[in-house]
């Protein structure tokens, strides 16, 4: 007979006090999932595969498998890009149990030096702190603007310090931050149809000031009243992924506090990861904590823009935009959240656009949040994949729903010199207005 699992008491996880034997008994290792996930696709080894490491979290909660380096690499390697929630027929809810394996290693395993400072200064002093943020994007920023960066190329440091290929990933800094339109309302054009609530995003505010301006346009010319609510934090996205629940919890109480103090049709986001985070914040607390019933209410606005302008309808008269786009499916869009058809929709609707389908266009990136900043040589592998299909479709534009896969797609555009612009869905229907 097979022992129960009996979890250890894990900070700021919403199941730590009971077993998740019936989580893991629902993969019935069919193996459905495994031409689904990239890493599997990659190495071929079935301890990279989501049963796999299914498997090995199961061992590990019985106290059969030792949670020592082996485990943490296989499970680190996952992108957790959902992929296989998506092919699985007995609806395993893989992201769930990675984000809680990798809380037990957060609290549990020991790692190097580097990486455990590297991870409490991202995590618990960089991202909360939007000044902090702020600052460190300036100083990257001289970094970008001031010569730095062309010399660190030119004589080869990067690639010494094994940093080439993370350099080229570096977002570029923007010249006006999007921090200091924090507290403004902007009026709907014509009739308002809806006030909605834009969630601004934190390191977006110092590198996609351009997409969250875009954003406001082509909801307030679709007849929307946005606020951007002062106090906003991060998403708490990140921190979720890496197994820092604790930061996550902290950060989601503060934005349930700043977006539930007004009434608002919906929250909106432009962000496919930060949405599918935003909407589980119901998982981050006990249905007895005061902040449970909050995060339900902040789950039932909690809206993708695209999800929200497709629902709604465009008002909004769009010109002719005679281009050939191909559309690349935000993991944490089609998988976390099951929106698909939206953004396509969306594009469809604009005047003189031909949508040309990639082949497997929901596959991922390999951005993956810091994926291709932590496992870069198995993120530009993926990436590569990705670039050949949007070649394959003669598009001169690809078109995304989330930053992080717009940085990835524009690097991959620049190293496998396919000269295809990389826009936002929203980026899109700005110039189409």
Known sequence: MTATPTTRPLKGFSGDDKPLWDDYARCVHCGLCLNHCPTYRLWGMEADSPRGRIR?????????????????????????????????????????????????????????????LAREAFFRHLLPFPRRISTAARLAKIYQRWGFAA?????????????????????????????????????????????????AGCIAQVT????????????????????????????????????VRDVARDLARNN???????????????????GSTLKEYPQ????????????????KKMRDVTEFLAELGLAAPLKELPLRVTYQDSCHLAHGQRIREAPRKLIRAIPGIELVEMFRADDCCGSAGIYNVTETAASMEI???????????????IVTANPGCLLQLRAGAALHGTKQEVLHVVELLDRAL
């Open 256 to 274: 349930l506090e700043a977006f539930l103090r007004e009434s608002f049709d919906a929250v909106i986001t432009n962000a496919a990861g930060c």
């Open 208 to 243: 996609f000031t351009q997409l969250n301006e875009a954003t406001i346009r082509v909801l307030t010319a679709n007849g929307c009243e946005v606020v951007v609510p002062n106090g906003q934090l991060c998403c708490g996205a990140l921190a979720v992924h890496a197994g």
């Open 151 to 199: 010399f660190a190329r030119a004589t080869g440091i990067l690639k010494l310090l094994g940093l080439d290929a993370r350099e080229r990933l570096m977002p570029r800094i923007d010249d006006k931050f999007f921090f200091s339109e924090l507290g403004k309302t902007f009026p709907a054009q014509g009739q308002r149809r809806a006030r909605v609530a834009f969630f």
């Open 284 to 299: 981050l607390f006990h249905e007895g904590d005061a902040e449970y019933p909050k995060a339900i209410a902040f789950q």
């Open 56 to 116: 090995q979290m199961l061992l590990v909660d019985q106290g059969q498998l030792e949670l020592g380096d082996s485990f943490v690499t296989h499970i680190d390697r996952c992108l957790d890009c959902r992929a296989c929630e998506t092919a699985c027929p007995s609806g395993v809810e893989y992201g769930k149990l990675v984000e809680f394996t990798r809380a037990q290693i957060e609290q549990q395993h020991p790692r190097g030096l580097f990486s455990r």
């Open 383 to 397: 990436l590569a994949e990705k670039m050949r299909s949007a070649a394959a479709t003669k598009a001169p534009v």
